[in-house]
């Protein structure tokens, strides 16, 4: 009963130090670093939760923009707004989770940048108003 019981731990012992030293490997070839910087495991799981938080919020703002638009046809822009800026802030946190060192930083924004987002802006609104004008004609057809 005792040998049982004792291969039984050393194959737990076992297995349990392998799965430590293949997650430092991952970590290491994940981040970029060796010897990996442990103290980094917090900030990385509290950016995955946030992760998994905006992408929900990203599906569901999706689903309402979809049945918005089944509805009536056209989506409010503030809601393309909304949803473009969730989806800019899981880039970043994703780009922060590797350890990207040009990754975007709203702290840190130029002003070219901050411009060539509300050229966007600006565009994807035209854009957006010409797909209602198209659908308006193709609705009186």
Do not use: C, W
Request: aromatic share 6%; net charge neutral.
């Amino acid at each position: 009963m005792r040998e049982a019981l004792g291969k039984i731990a050393g194959s737990v012992l076992r297995s349990l130090f392998i799965s430590i030293v293949m997650f430092v490997i991952v970590f290491s070839v994940v981040t970029g670093e060796f010897p990996p910087n442990f103290g980094r495991i917090k900030k990385t799981y509290a950016s995955l939760q946030q992760m998994t938080q905006l992408s929900r919020q990203i599906h569901e703002q999706q689903k309402a923009m979809q049945h918005q638009y089944a509805d009536s046809g056209e989506v409010d822009e503030q809601d393309v707004e909304a949803l473009q800026e969730l989806n800019l802030k899981r880039a970043e946190i994703g780009a922060g989770i590797l350890g990207d060192p040009n990754a975007p930083s709203s702290v840190n924004e130029s002003a070219d940048v901050k411009e060539l987002k509300a050229k966007i802006k600006d565009m994807e609104a035209q854009l957006y108003r010409l797909q209602h004008r198209v659908s308006e004609l193709e609705s009186r057809k």
